[in-house]
């Protein structure tokens, strides 16, 4: 495994909309493994595969440090619910904004076999596959931003003024 340069806005790459996976090949396995190093060693949520620069259609979600998920081909089956909350991404260092989102969404994807299966995910994981699953189509989550995006300094130091 190895660590992979992580894409940052302005990037043409992520701009791109992502292409379906068709079979599980070493260099996918080897990309998927190298993705989840990455997203932890960056203390990150959330990975697409645009975002090491590669346009597959892959993303690697962990939003509690002990639940993985691998999602190949992705797509979302049901939203419900809204909120609304700071949002950052590993393309966009430094910065945050206020993002609405669905409070629950259901998603059918591939796993690393390219066998079918479902997730449904509430809050944190509601917002991270929304946000993952948009990269895949080139968005980021900026377009969404309400407001001024944030310094990240200013979270840390209690929530910006309005």
Not at 7 to 32: A, N, Q, S
Not at 63 to 77: A, Q, R, S, W, Y
Request: glycine share 8%; aromatic share 4%; hydrophobic share 35%.
């Amino acid at each position: 495994m190895a660590l992979r340069k992580i894409r940052e806005m302005g990037d043409p790459v992520l701009t791109k909309r992502c292409k379906e996976v068709t079979e599980m090949t070493p260099r996918t396995k080897f990309l998927i493994d190298d993705m989840i190093e990455t997203m932890q060693a960056a203390d990150g949520v959330g990975l697409a595969a645009c975002q090491v620069g590669v346009l597959k259609r892959i993303v690697v979600i962990d939003t509690t440090g002990e639940d993985l998920h691998v999602l190949i081909n992705p797509e979302i089956l049901e939203t419900s619910g809204e909120q609304e909350g700071y949002e950052g991404c590993l393309s966009v260092p430094g910065k945050s904004g206020i993002v609405k989102r669905p409070n629950y969404v259901k998603v059918k994807a591939l796993d690393e076999h390219m066998q079918p299966f479902e997730l449904e995910g509430e809050e944190l994981l509601a917002r991270a596959i929304c946000h993952e699953l948009e990269h895949l189509d080139g968005h980021l989550y900026v377009e969404r931003v309400i407001g001024e995006l944030v310094d990240n300094s200013m979270l840390q130091q209690g929530e910006p003024e309005e």
